[in-house]
C-alpha cells in the first residue's frame, strides 16, 4: 500500500488564495448576510484554482507516462479524479457566486442612482 503523505505547500498555496478572495469582497464591503456564500465560494475558487495546476500536471503525466496501458490508464484514472474535483466545486460555487454577483451588480446600480442625483 502507498503512504499518502500531505502536500502542505499546495495546502497553503489554496488556503492563501481563498483567504485572499474574502479579503477582497470584505474590503469592498460584502455584507455578514453574504458570508455563507462568502465562505463556500472562496473555498470552491480556491480549490478550482488550486486544483487547474494538479490536472496541468496530470496531463503532463499522461503525454511523459511510459509506452505501456498500465501507465496510460493510471494516468487516465488520476485525471478523472482531478476532473471530478473540479467538478466538485464547479457545482457547488454556482449559486453563491450568483447571489455576490447579484450583490456586485446591485451596488453599480446603487451607485450610478446615486451620481446621477
Not at 502542505?8 to 469582497?25: C, E, F
Not at 470552491?44 to 484554482?49: M, V
Amino acid at each position: 500500500m502507498t503512504e499518502i503523505t500531505p502536500d502542505l505547500p499546495h495546502a497553503r498555496q489554496t488556503a492563501l488564495m481563498a483567504h485572499a478572495i474574502v479579503i477582497r469582497l470584505k474590503e469592498m464591503g460584502l455584507p455578514e448576510e453574504l458570508d455563507e456564500d462568502l465562505g463556500t465560494l472562496c473555498t470552491d475558487l480556491g480549490d478550482i484554482w488550486a486544483a487547474h495546476k494538479t490536472l496541468s500536471t496530470r496531463l503532463d503525466d499522461l503525454v511523459d507516462s511510459a509506452n505501456d496501458w498500465e501507465s496510460v490508464a493510471d494516468c487516465l484514472v488520476d485525471l478523472r479524479a482531478a476532473i471530478d474535483h473540479i467538478g466538485t466545486h464547479v457545482e457547488t460555487a454556482g449559486e453563491p457566486i450568483d447571489r455576490v454577483a447579484k450583490f456586485a451588480y446591485e451596488q453599480v446600480e446603487s451607485s450610478e442612482n446615486g451620481s446621477d442625483a
